[in-house]
């Protein structure tokens, strides 16, 4: 925001970035009391008139103009941006090379629907998915529109390739809104309470989630495995089983890695029983953990990939990538969608390679997550047990708030501190099983000192819990 509690006036409005078209309003200074401005005011008012109050934001103002790590509102409040929407705008919101090929295809065309006549970008992007993801099999790609999508294609593929019906998901999952994926994600409240009944032949299985883990991090990743086999061999019979679907770092569930050994475990014991691994890397994909893939820093070679959120660089686009002989196992007309691979969308993923490629983003994702957690420790330490856990990878970071002494969670801390942060500028998202956990997915153009200032708001703001 422009100004602090403590030094109200004090900064200069800042100004996004020189590639947004816009400038924001003139400075005006105000207090956290004063976060939510006339324009924000009036557009809630209409808000609440025409949409249903089931879709909620984290924010309480609008979006008027964004770039170079800051969203600025229509009253031109500018705010630090740690969320990406999301994990989407890994590159920057509007970053050049994706805003100019967007631009060059909407004055091509807008749609033509791939179903009926295709274009060469949607090749390109399939060629650069099929070699980015991990491992060197002939692979293809079928290209969607969201998260969710993706994830519910990956299970048509995997049960048409496989002939089986039974789909293996773990605790802390997220893999959509649908019914299919609202049936595999794990967490009740919001995203499944009173919406039931719920797809069949969904099972799920502990997560080796090493902090949590009943007898110790220590034993998390066989204790896990061990459960995991058992429900398979045992209860759902593995030749009944299509596929398991894991993120390789659980997002909303709170950026939990799986303890080490237990991916590798896990993708062993399905090649044993001809079952097919899905990695859904829809948030940890596309450069976030800084790698292409999360799954390559567990040397994962999944049988299938999702992808979203940062593939399209802000536009709606996602994909299914895997191993040829899978892909081709579905008949003619039996994938796609309306709009699954639109033209736009596919350009600006080209633009999204190409900036990742062209500035080091990787690179960027990493030193992006050195600093994030260097920070963090010295926080935990600062703060008497009130940090629980620093986790993730690369610019996909988190920490775990709780009790102070224990291992109790502490969603109102977490809830109090993502608050304060907001009412001081800075974007703060949250997530967790149990609501106990501040995220980080800064995007990769995020000044340096930009991450220096919202990171002593979050010292400020957790010196006050
Ligand atoms: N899978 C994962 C791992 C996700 O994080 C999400 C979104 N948070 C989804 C699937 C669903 O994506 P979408 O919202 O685009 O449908």
């Not at 009943?214 to 459960?227: D, I, K, L, T, V």
């Not at 309306?338 to 633009?351: D, F, H, K």
């Not at 009412?423 to 220096?452: C, Q, S, Y």
Request: proline share 6%; hydrophobic share 45%; aromatic share 6%.
């Amino acid at each position: 925001m422009t100004t602090t509690a403590g030094a109200p006036g004090t900064e200069q409005q800042r100004t996004p970035a020189a590639s947004t078209s816009r400038t924001p309003a003139a400075s005006t200074s105000r207090t956290p009391a004063e976060l939510v401005g006339p324009r924000s005011r009036t557009l809630a008012a209409r808000r609440e008139a025409a949409l249903p109050a089931g879709l909620g934001s984290s924010m309480p103002v609008f979006a008027d103009t964004a770039g170079n790590g800051l969203l600025v509102d229509v009253d031109g409040t500018a705010f630090i941006d740690l969320g990406s929407g999301i994990a989407v705008t890994t590159v920057g919101n509007s970053a050049a090379r994706v805003v100019e090929r967007a631009h060059a295809q909407l004055e091509r065309f807008t749609h033509t629907c791939f179903m009926v006549t295709p274009y060469e970008s949607y090749i390109a992007v399939a060629e650069r998915l099929n070699e980015l993801t991990p491992g060197d099999h002939d692979k293809r790609t079928a290209l969607f529109n969201t998260g969710a999508e993706a994830v519910e294609n990956a299970v048509k593929y995997a049960r048409i390739a496989t002939g089986r019906p039974a789909v293996v998901v773990f605790d802390h999952a997220f893999h959509g809104r649908t019914l299919m994926t609202m049936s595999m994600t794990a967490k009740a409240d919001p995203y499944k309470k009173d919406f039931g009944p719920f797809a069949p032949e969904v099972y799920r299985a502990p997560m080796a989630y090493p902090y949590r883990w009943p007898s110790g991090p220590e034993n998390a990743a066989a204790e896990a495995f061990e459960q995991f086999r058992l429900l398979i061999d045992a209860q759902i019979g593995a030749q009944q089983v299509a596929a398991v679907v894991v993120e390789p770092i659980q997002g909303e569930g709170g950026f939990i890695v799986p303890a080490p050994g237990f991916l590798a475990q896990v993708a062993e014991f399905c090649r044993e029983r001809g079952i097919l691994l899905v990695a859904d890397e829809v948030q940890t994909g596309i450069a976030r953990t800084g790698d292409w893939f999360a799954s390559a820093h567990e040397e994962l070679v999944p049988d299938l990939v999702t992808t979203a959120k940062g593939l399209g660089g802000g536009l709606p686009l996602a994909g299914v990538t895997g191993r040829a002989d899978v892909m081709d196992a579905a008949h003619r007309g039996g994938i796609g969608g309306t709009y699954s691979g639109n033209p736009v969308a596919c350009e600006a993923a080209l633009g999204v390679f190409e900036t990742i490629e062209g500035e080091g983003l990787l690179e960027r994702a990493r030193e992006i997550g050195t600093a994030l957690t260097t920070e963090l420790t010295d926080m935990q330490a600062a703060t008497g047990g009130l940090i629980g856990e620093i986790r993730g990878r690369g610019a996909m970071i988190a920490a775990e708030l709780v009790v102070p002494g224990t291992t109790e969670p502490n969603a109102a801390a977490t809830a109090a501190l993502s608050k304060y942060c907001l009412d001081r500028g800075v974007l703060l998202l949250t997530a967790g099983t149990f609501g106990n956990v501040v995220r980080f997915l800064p995007p990769l153009d995020l000044p340096v000192e930009l991450l220096d200032e919202a990171l002593q708001v979050l010292r400020e703001g957790l010196g006050t819990l």
